[in-house]
């Protein structure tokens, strides 16, 4: 999300690796149902390694669905209420900030600022939350409700939003979690701040200073220049990176960010007919990562058969690592690590 001529679509297309052209938004109506929307692999070694050693009928990699979207903001400074189920239902939300000057793309706000259309953002997310909690604590005290933890939350969540402050994912107690998690509160997702530079650089120093003080991410990306580059063939990539002075990808290195910021891991399961990748976020236990699966693994879940990656390629296969004693046992509530092997026992 972004304002117009951030270069929302241009980052969209670098990491989706296509051409969806530019959203050509400048004002008035826009569905969002029109949003750009890519599921984009995850590259791993190790999905590659291990159907080098099973040889199965396919390999499927780990996806993350980007949407492009071009908010609509009302006059009191929120989102428009046709986006803001979008966003609600998203994992992680991505600020692409303008750091670019372009005198042939115009700035709605007339100049490019970047901390400042920073604050801007940030100022619709908590605005919009702000909104949600005040017409529920109103609603409470008409049922009679005033006084009860929900209200009394709620009145703590207006009043740390009326001072401009994000939620941030730690401000909810597990109770809280569960509490309010049909709100899905904007200002409590992860945020990854996007800072879109090109030839000519705006400076980016304030807004630098302002998302570290946010305790937020700030990733950067020479727009233009590495969408064009996501459209050549892989092999011819790598001279124009270097040129950019770039070591990888930016769809790689976003993919990285999201991962980290969403505290997730990737399980694997291996055999003749499928090797995949699995995404679950870091500690979940073998029962539910089962059902990541398929719902009766988890429902009928006995034992997992776990596996290092590694140990399993350096075995040569299952039967192999169970002889050298790499392959275990483990229950219900082990909590999975990075490149485990997944063999579920289960009984329905």
Known sequence: MGLPGAGKTTFFNALSERESGESGYRGGARKASKANIADVQVPDERVERLYDLFRPKKKALATVCFKDLQLEFTNGRGIAAAWLAELRSVDALTLVIRAFEDQTVAHPLGEVNPVRDFNHLLDALVFSDYEVAEKRVERLVKEGKKGEREHQRLVK????LEQGRLLGQGFFT?????????????????????????????DTRALEQAVATKGLTLFHIQGKAEMEIAQLDPDEQTEFLEHLGIDEAVKNRFLRTIYAELNLVSFLTAGEDEVRAWSIPRDTPAMRAAGKIHSDLERGFIRAEVVEWSKLLEAGGFKEAKRCGVMRLEGKEYPIKDGDVLTIRFNV
Not at 157 to 160: D, G, L, Q
């Open 174 to 202: 597990p109770e809280d979690r569960s509490l309010f998690s049909g709100f899905a509160f904007l200002t409590a997702k992860p945020l990854i701040v996007v800072a879109n530079t090109g030839e000519q650089t705006a």
């Open 157 to 160: 969540i207006c009043e740390h």
